[in-house]
């Protein structure tokens, strides 16, 4: 099978399981307590029950749950996602005005961890148990022990409380709120400085755990045959973990790395919790909070795709890495 | 006597383990004439891979040290050149190959690739003369269709097949000396024969002079001049392929030969040398075959042999026996 012939595969594929999962998402919604409806009108007990009814099949909440995503479905085969319940505006429109804010960071971290745990593994492998290993790597494992949430918290505290460098959440400092705000430099150098805080949190963890997993796969190559072949070739040591080495030992981190994609995007409801962040993640509690039905199923369709997307993504790199791969 | 290319006077490589010193090697003298093949036999880890490390500086340091000694290639020590000038031997003066093809080459980049490598390393050619280069050692090593070839992974080729290529990158410079530690080892029997012809044919016709390791002593009747045979990380004989093959004065060769099956004779049962190889942390006292030798003595124990020459004949044992025919 060829490259394209794959790809082609594996997007349609993303159609079925997108049905899957709306389908797994619906009923598990439909299993917690109360609708909208109920909790808009909990501090109004004493409602005409009849008025609440009829509000109820305004938005088909009298129907059977599965008869509500079987509407729902009909909607989103035209790729619509509905509408919420609380603000009222399409679903696609509200997650479109927040998936910037996740991916931005989301993103930045996976580069961040990237850019740091290659070099720090490499170093790690080639200087096996000197101090430099030994440091990498009690940092590595200081940072795989702490949960995201205290990881941020700490670095709220340092950056934000101790140092006062950096704002301790949200997006935006209070002077850029609002709608005639002009998006100009400075605009973008306060987002900047507000994403610097979830980024590093969710960096740091994930560097962590890359730099550990670059520096046993780095040890496994450097002990196979052929870094003895290029080795006794006359090639620079450089040459020899760069070029030789290092194309074979990012095989098992691309895995990772596409693994992570998934859980820390799935995370991200922690971390923009932690930090205030007006992403996707808090949206998605939020909503869960308030049985926003459709928005809480169109966050998970959203996510989803990007986690399928990635897959894919990641596969195809498998190809250009290692050419023993066959699609 | 011919010039010596290589001469290897009193080697020590030891291995720092976390069990202790590993001696691998503990004093090895060993000489190669210009032009010849020497083969170099033995049971696995008795330290023919590591004298073949040691020369090229390859030992894995840690745990691996070079502890003493001296290797003289063309008169010049090995081991008292700076790393980079030692990179100039490594592929250019000195090439090596290695006993599983399978894994001695890069999975990720091609053959092209990784011949270029070294051509453009070594010989200063463009990446275009280079690639040249490259199709002309592929087809000289018997690679059909070479200039497509050229561009395959290598596992698009069959074990055989890899160790040509191998054979074809250690030859591209040209070098004085090529190392084959077990080059026939992981192949089929067939393909084995051809590759060691094809060693054989190219050594002659590039007068490259080749210590061969091997742990198969057939291979080494068939294609060498001299031969040393090693055990615990002591050279205990050599002398030339005729006299170790017919006339052995070692115990240790004796036996191994002893071992092997041979067609002319109906033997009911092989000669097994009893016991295992010895633990080279808390090697044996004295002689280190001593345990496993059918003739020791006390003396056996307690000292290490002399070695003595009887012309171009060199053995390590208190107790040679003289006269053995075989």
């Known amino acids: 099978m060829g490259m394209r012939e794959y790809i082609l595969k594996r997007v349609i594929l993303i159609i079925p399981m997108l049905m899957g999962i709306s389908f797994i998402v619906f009923m598990l919604m439909y299993l917690m307590p ?18 609440v009814a009829h509000i109820k099949s305004i938005y088909g909440l009298d129907q059977p749950w599965y008869i509500q ?63 430099t290993d030994n440091l990498v790597m009690t940092a590595a494992l200081l940072g795989v022990s702490f949960p995201i949430f205290f990881l941020g918290l700490m670095n709220i505290f340092l950056f934000a409380l101790i140092l006062g460098w950096l704002p301790s959440g949200g997006a935006h400092s209070t002077v850029f709120l609002g709608r005639d705000i002009p998006h100009d430099f400075s605009y973008y150098l306060d987002y900047l400085k507000h994403l610097a805080l979830p980024t590093l949190t969710l960096g740091l963890a994930s560097t962590a755990y890359n730099a550990r997993l670059v520096r046993s796969s780095m040890l496994n190559v450097l002990r196979e045959d052929y870094i ?100 | 006597m011919a010039d010596n290319l290589l001469e290897i006077k009193g080697l020590k490589t030891y291995f720092y383990t976390e069990d202790g010193i590993v001696r691998a090697l503990e004093g090895i003298d060993l000489h190669i004439e210009q032009g010849e093949t020497l083969g170099l036999v033995g049971e696995s880890g008795c330290g023919k891979t590591v004298t073949a490390l040691s020369v090229l500086r390859l030992v894995p340091d840690p745990p691996g040290k070079i502890i003493e000694g001296e290797i003289l290639f063309e008169g010049v020590n090995l081991l008292a050149l700076s790393e980079s000038d030692m990179r100039q031997i490594r592929g250019n003066d000195i090439s090596m190959i290695f006993q599983d093809p399978q894994s001695a080459l890069n999975p990720v980049f091609t053959v092209d690739n990784q011949l270029r490598e070294v051509i453009e390393l070594h010989q200063g050619l463009d990446k275009k003369e280079a690639r040249q280069k490259a199709i002309e050692m592929l087809d000289l090593v018997g690679i059909p269709d070479p200039e497509a070839r050229v561009e395959d992974y290598p596992h698009q080729f069959s074990g055989g ?54 742990h198969n002593l057939g291979v080494i009747a068939e294609m060498s001049d001299h031969v040393g045979v090693m055990y615990a990380g002591r050279l205990v004989e050599y002398g030339d392929a005729d006299t170790i093959f017919h006339a052995p004065l ?73 006269g053995t025919k075989l």
């Open chain 1, 228 to 327: 003895m072949t290029a080795r006794a070739k006359g090639l620079k040591e450089r040459v020899v973990v760069y070029k030789h080495a290092l194309r074979n030992a990012m095989l098992p981190v691309i895995t990772v790395t596409g693994m992570q994609i998934a859980l820390t995007l799935g995370g991200a409801p922690i971390t923009e919790t932690v930090f205030s962040w007006p992403g996707l993640g808090k949206y998605f509690v939020y909503a869960i909070q308030h049985r926003d039905y459709f928005v809480i199923v169109g966050i998970t369709v959203v996510l989803g795709t990007l986690i399928l997307v990635a897959n894919v993504l990641i596969d195809i790199s498998y190809k250009w890495l290692d050419p023993r791969v066959e699609f």
């Open chain 1, 69 to 131: 995503y079987f509407y729902w479905l009909k909607q989103f085969a035209t790729l619509n996602l509905g509408s919420s319940f609380l603000s009222g505006r399409d679903v696609s429109e509200e997650i479109g005005a927040r998936v910037v804010n996740t991916l931005s960071y989301q993103l930045l971290a996976v580069v961040f961890s990237i850019a740091v745990a290659i070099p720090a593994g490499i170093v790690s492998a080639v200087k096996q148990y000197s101090k």
């Open chain 2, 250 to 322: 070692h115990p240790y060769t004796i036996a191994l030969h002893e071992a092997v099956p041979r067609v002319t004779e109906k033997k009911q049962k092989l000669g097994v040398i009893k016991g295992v190889v010895p633990n080279l942390i808390y090697p044996p006292s004295g002689c280190r075959f001593h345990p496993r030798c059918d003739f020791s003595t006390e003396v056996c124990e307690k000292e290490q042999p002399k070695g003595e020459w009887v012309g171009d004949h060199y053995v390590e044992c208190w107790h040679r026996r003289e």
């Open chain 2, 161 to 214: 097949m890899k160790q040509r290529v191998m054979i074809a990158m250690a030859l591209s410079c040209n070098p004085k000396m090529l190392i084959a530690d077990e080059p026939t080892t992981n192949l089929d029997v067939t393909v084995q024969a051809q590759v060691l012809d094809m060693i054989n044919n190219l050594r002659k016709e590039l007068g490259t002079t080749v210590l061969l390791i091997t």
């Open chain 1, 34 to 51: 109360g609708d909208a409806v109920d909790l808009m009108l909990a501090l109004q007990p004493d409602t005409d029950p009849a008025y």
